[in-house]
């Protein structure tokens, strides 16, 4: 079945999704918390370090930048950062306490100080013009993306970077099948093998759910340009299954 036009997909998204995303993501994250990352690298074959790694490599680091990482968990892409450039100036915003009190301990473990906000991504609690890249990992799915990608572009610096890396739905329909078969398997056997709570359970369709309603590569970058991006660069990993984009706060509003 063909996904609704892009010119109505939020507002099937929220319709859709809107419950779960107020009433059942943050029990579900609190239950997935303590192994998070240990389940994604399963479910990732090995391969969730990699990803990272890829998603790293399309961000440019200036000593002393102010960092934003939006729906930051437990706090991997801030400790990859600081690791590149200790310098960074990183903040970290996430809706669940009990993820960030796990990326707390990992980035004091390493010696790293992250700033830590609990709130609503979709209203960033920032000053306009004010952060040199910001970044999103594997979360939204889970968000308004307009409104999230508004306010990101609003806190953005002019000429400052927004680098973005989800799971995304891919265009060829064969390799989408595919791609479903395997994750409806992989969310059973990681849910079984971590000893996955009633809360996470109860979101295991929920999550194919919404990659099924989610963007394509190019449909994000549309969605990106649209919003008032500029120099939207895309790079995807198996066909499209996902995506990491880039994109730039223009120097000047655009008319």
């Known amino acids: 079945m063909p996904p609704p036009p892009l010119a109505a997909r939020e507002a099937i998204r929220e319709e859709r999704f809107g419950d779960v995303w107020t009433n059942d993501l943050n029990d579900a994250f609190a239950d997935i918390a303590p192994y998070y990352d240990r389940a994604n690298d399963?479910?990732?074959?090995?391969?969730?370090?990699?990803?990272?790694?890829?998603?790293?490599?399309?961000?440019?680091?200036?000593?002393?930048q102010h960092v934003l990482d939006v729906c930051a968990g437990t706090n991997a892409v801030g400790i990859?950062?600081?690791?590149?450039?200790?310098?960074?100036?990183?903040?970290?915003?996430?809706?669940?306490?009990?993820?960030?009190?796990?990326?707390?301990?990992?980035?004091?473990?390493?010696?790293?100080?992250?700033?830590?906000?609990?709130?609503?991504?979709?209203?960033?609690?920032?000053?306009?013009n004010h952060f040199d890249i910001v970044t999103l990992q594997f979360a939204s799915r889970h968000l308004k993306v307009r409104e999230?990608?508004?306010?990101?572009?609003?806190?953005l610096k002019p000429g400052g970077h927004f680098h973005h890396?989800?799971?995304?739905?891919?265009?060829?329909?064969?390799?989408?099948?595919?791609?479903?078969?395997?994750?409806?398997?992989?969310?059973?056997?990681?849910?079984?093998?971590?000893?996955s709570g009633p809360a996470s359970v109860k979101c295991k369709q929920y999550f194919l759910d919404a990659l099924e309603l989610f963007y394509s590569p190019a449909e994000l970058s549309?969605?990106?340009?649209?919003?008032?991006?500029?120099?939207?660069?895309?790079?995807?990993?198996?066909?499209?299954?996902?995506?990491?984009?880039?994109?730039?706060?223009?120097?000047?509003?655009?008319?």
């Open 148 to 155: 999230v990608f508004g306010e990101i572009l609003r806190v």
């Open 165 to 195: 890396s989800d799971m995304l739905r891919p265009a060829n329909p064969v390799v989408k099948h595919l791609y479903y078969t395997y994750l409806r398997a992989c969310l059973a056997f990681t849910s079984l093998l971590v000893g």
């Open 42 to 64: 399963i479910a990732a074959l090995g391969m969730w370090r990699y990803f990272r790694r890829r998603f790293m490599s399309t961000i440019d680091l200036q000593p002393n």
């Open 222 to 255: 549309t969605v990106l340009d649209e919003i008032g991006f500029e120099d939207v660069t895309i790079h995807t990993v198996f066909h499209g299954m996902l995506g990491f984009h880039r994109g730039t706060k223009p120097e000047m509003p655009r008319e």
């Open 80 to 128: 990859a950062l600081l690791t590149r450039e200790p310098t960074l100036d990183v903040h970290a915003m996430d809706r669940s306490a009990h993820m960030q009190a796990v990326g707390k301990q990992r980035a004091e473990k390493r010696g790293f100080l992250i700033k830590s906000t609990i709130g609503d991504v979709s209203r960033l609690p920032f000053p306009d």
